[in-house]
């Protein structure tokens, strides 16, 4: 009876892909079948690789039964896998996080940023005069106050000096 591949993996002791690497180099020679399964002759199989003893296969196949999912160490490497894509999880939320605050920096960023560079638009800025314009406006009625002040002055001091003469 012909071998497939998990059946001559078995009765080798060795991978799946073993033994399809051996079918591909030539090592082994193989039948395809119509559903792309190989068949393997026992004779040609076991030319290049050794049988195992049934004890061995016994072991190797309790081995796989107690750990349910046909290899050694597989329950450990699930709990591994589980650990890190508990950690994955963290650190995307984590990622996501920093993301969220980057763009919460960068919209304050940008508000300080026009707060403190706002200029007002044309329409709305005012023009001062030029100083002398202003001075203008505002000289006539300095020296009419000024003159006004003087002659007042001047009349008091008159009004002072005859009294204090006797009016001479």
Same mark, same amino acid.
């Given at each position: ?9 078995? &009765? ?115 023009? &001062?005069?030029?100083?002398?314009? &202003? ?9 009419? &106050? ?23």
């Amino acid at each position: 009876m012909k071998h497939t591949l998990g059946t001559a993996a078995k &009765a080798c002791g060795v991978g799946r892909t073993t033994i399809l690497r051996a079918i591909k180099t030539g090592k082994i020679s193989a039948l395809k079948d119509d559903k792309g399964s190989y068949a393997i002759d026992p004779a040609e199989l076991h030319r290049v690789f050794p049988p195992v003893a049934s004890e061995q296969i016994e072991e190797q196949q309790m081995e796989r039964d107690a750990t349910g999912n046909g290899t050694v160490g597989t329950a450990v490497l699930l709990a591994k896998i589980e650990g890190l894509e508990a950690l994955l999880d963290r650190e995307r939320e984590t990622v996501t996080d920093l993301r969220r605050r980057l763009d919460d920096e960068a919209a304050e960023r940008r508000r300080l940023t026009a707060f403190l560079t706002h200029q007002p638009s044309p329409e709305i800025t005012l023009v &001062a005069k030029p100083p002398t314009e &202003a001075l203008a406006a505002v000289r006539p009625v300095f020296w009419i &106050a000024i003159g006004a002040a003087t002659i007042a002055a001047a009349a008091s001091w008159q009004l002072w000096w005859s009294w204090w003469t006797g009016g001479n």
